[in-house]
């Protein structure tokens, strides 16, 4: 280990990658915003909560549980910032150097493979870690008022900083052995996006619990075998969630030492867990780089040599051209690629079966001990029939019978499908007549409830996944022209600025559809689902509303183009490829967190009427909850509220359209002067 060490010590000084980095830190204009607006907005996360918090007394007690609030909101932020930017930072930490066409100087200089790799690693993860360093003076804020562990402060910046020490590993793993930039961002970023949010949703399935430890069917302390490798689940254990405590040392005595820490200190297992990946990451990525640099191997090639087939002359039938060939350019060929094409079916794959997994779900019903169905009201005789394990109960049934089902008066006559009897309570003069009779819809798997908070984290995953990949694609849509010359034999043409612009964006929002039409088709599937269950004659609540048919599309169509105009103006104004990449994905990730926390504010808070709904449809995230999470009901009261949902989404998009046409004009406007500026 001493020897490891001093290796370390003479290889890392002695890198100029590293060296270079270090030095310009904090000079460069971007980092300095970049710092300032992530302490802006852990800043605006702890007044908010303070502001929130004041109570009319000042007693210790009080101040102590705004402490504890404090770190449970600054945590969970500052773990989304980490999840969100160290990809971004990370992704393509070799690729990018391709494209600048550096790494073949790299590569041919004296520079050893260590050095070239873990220069590259540890210069993009210097950024991430100095702005989690930044961050402690916030969170020593929590130590004003006491009731707060410092072991917890440090067990959260421990789980930051290995989610993004590990997001590096791979970044670098990814990069090192497919050097198509495009191909290896999307790879990537779906990747992080099954680790992070798939280890969530699993969390959920009672295979994955601990054996002798209750589900979260039944809410109780319980812990999975998935929380010591999710940063998410881990924090959860750091912050003291009552359903996520440990299992105790009596419980685990049997059992091996590496499984009782693992079970019984997730959150000091997942930091040193995460660290030995990204060594194991690293290692082939040193060992192969020069290989895989000046290898010719392609998946294509090796299939026909294992078929022994031999490639013939490439023929394809000549492509038709859109009216707009920059529209057709950026929407067919940037993404026609093998790669881009395996990961667009792969992503689309990855969506329907996890639909499918939800639908079976909310399909599969769950025995019941007691139960009604139609046939067990007779009218004739004004008698009801409650079937149970135990055998067969007759009652009868009297005007002064109250039959309620989810909390809703219903008809004995209208009782058509089997229901789940809660409770039956008879006057004590007559035994066999009914006074209340409580039902409840059949229990499932998932519940309608269950099925659609699922369905909308699944949706906010592949929304985000998606404006995520469009600021990537649009911000490098003017500068990648600039950096390989393209731009000036296009400008030499007779093609127009708003030519151009318009044909960037149509191009890029058609690139993205197929990405999003994956929300959209698992939206269709379950409504098709309840169109039918209904038309079957079951009455149960809808899992999505039908207006979500259209306002998902439209918010899907409207964040893409906004996100794409956003990248292609920075694109523009900017004059390298990482620097508008790295300011597009700032914006956005500070809009989307803004835009949430108010949307979440206005649907979560308490007593929410018809006017914070209407406003909480301004937040992309909060209106797919709002499309997807209902309470059970029909029509009433409950479609005014929907109503006011419609309203406020429509008014929303509008808002958002009217804002890129207003950037498009500015463009359009003001293009020819910005690339002259440029060309100085």
């Avoid at 490829?577 to 500070?590: K, S």
Wanted: charged share 15%.
């Amino acid at each position: 280990m001493l020897g490891i060490g001093n290796y370390l010590w003479r290889l890392l000084p002695a890198n100029p990658i590293l060296l270079r980095v270090v030095a310009m830190a904090g000079r460069r204009r971007r980092d300095l915003i970049f710092r300032t607006g992530y302490l802006a907005v852990l800043i605006l996360a702890v007044s908010i909560t303070i502001i929130g918090s004041q109570t009319s007394g000042g007693d210790l007690a009080a101040l102590a549980k705004i402490s504890g609030r404090l770190l449970v909101n600054i945590s969970w932020l500052q773990l989304a910032l980490v999840a969100l930017l160290a990809p971004v930072f990370m992704a393509g930490a070799i690729s990018e150097q391709r494209n600048a066409q550096s790494l073949d100087l790299l590569l041919a200089s004296p520079l050893t493979n260590e050095q070239i790799v873990l220069g590259g690693y540890l210069s993009r993860l210097f950024f991430v870690l100095t702005l989690l360093l930044s961050g402690i003076p916030i969170f020593s804020i929590t130590q004003i008022f006491g009731g707060v562990a410092i072991s917890d402060i440090l067990n959260v910046l421990w789980i930051c900083a290995a989610t993004a020490v590990v997001c590096g590993g791979l970044a670098i793993f990814m990069a090192t052995i497919n050097l198509a930039p495009r191909s290896a961002l999307f790879s990537f970023y779906l990747l992080i996006a099954l680790y992070l949010v798939g280890g969530v949703l699993l969390d959920q399935s009672s295979a994955m619990a601990v054996a002798g430890e209750p589900t979260l069917l039944h809410p109780q302390t319980r812990i999975s075998w998935l929380t010591g490798i999710n940063p998410f689940l881990a924090m959860r254990v750091v912050l003291h969630d009552p359903l996520y405590r440990p299992p105790t040392a009596a419980a685990l005595g049997d059992k091996g030492w590496l499984v009782r820490w693992y079970l019984g200190s997730p959150q000091t297992f997942y930091p040193v867990f995460m660290v030995l990946v990204s060594a194991l990451l690293l290692i082939p990525s040193v060992l192969t780089l020069r290989r895989w640099a000046q290898s010719t191997w392609s998946l294509r090639g090796w299939i026909l040599r294992r078929l022994r087939l031999r490639p013939g002359v490439a023929r394809r039938k000549p492509r038709s051209v859109w009216h707009n060939p920059i529209a057709w350019r950026e929407a067919r060929t940037r993404g026609g690629s093998a790669g881009s094409l395996a990961g667009r079916f792969g992503f689309a794959a990855i969506g329907l079966v996890l639909t499918i997994w939800v639908l079976r779900g909310y399909h599969c019903t769950l025995p019941m001990s007691r139960w009604v169905d139609r046939f067990s009201y007779d009218a004739a005789t004004d008698s009801i029939t409650i079937n149970s394990d135990k055998g067969i109960e007759n009652f009868l049934v009297s005007p002064h019978t109250t039959i309620s089902l989810d909390n809703r008066p219903i008809a004995a006559e209208k009782l058509t499908n089997p229901y789940q009897v809660l409770e039956t309570t008879v006057p004590p003069a007559r035994r066999n007549e009914l006074a209340t009779l409580k039902l409840s819809s059949q229990p499932r798997q998932f519940s309608a409830t269950e099925a659609g908070s699922i369905l909308a984290l699944f949706t906010q995953a592949e929304l985000a996944l998606v404006l995520l990949l469009v600021a990537n694609t649009a911000a490098s849509a003017v500068t990648r022209e600039k950096e390989d010359g393209t731009l000036d034999l296009l400008l030499a043409t007779p093609i127009t600025s708003r030519y151009y612009i318009w044909g960037k964006l149509r191009g890029l929002v058609s690139q993205a559809a197929p990405l999003m039409g994956v929300p959209v088709a698992g939206l269709l599937i379950f409504l098709g689902y309840d169109v039918l269950a209904h038309l079957g004659g079951q009455s149960g609540p809808w899992v999505v509303h039908p207006e979500a048919l259209v306002l998902l599309p439209l918010l899907l169509v409207a964040t893409a183009a906004a996100t794409a105009m956003i990248g292609m103006s920075l694109s523009l104004r900017c004059r390298k490829t990482v620097v508008a990449v790295m300011a597009t994905i700032g914006l956005l990730v500070g809009a989307l967190i803004i835009l949430g926390f108010f949307g979440n504010l206005m649907l979560w808070a308490p007593g929410a009427n018809d006017t914070q709904r209407f406003f909480a449809a301004f937040s992309p995230f909060a209106l797919v909850q709002l499309l997807f999470i209902q309470p059970a009901g029909g029509t009433g009261e409950h479609f005014s509220r929907r109503m006011f949902v419609i309203v406020g989404a429509l008014v929303a998009n509008a808002l958002i359209l009217a804002g890129v046409w207003l950037l498009y004009r500015s463009m359009v406007h003001n293009f020819d002067m910005t690339i002259r500026r440029q060309s100085r």
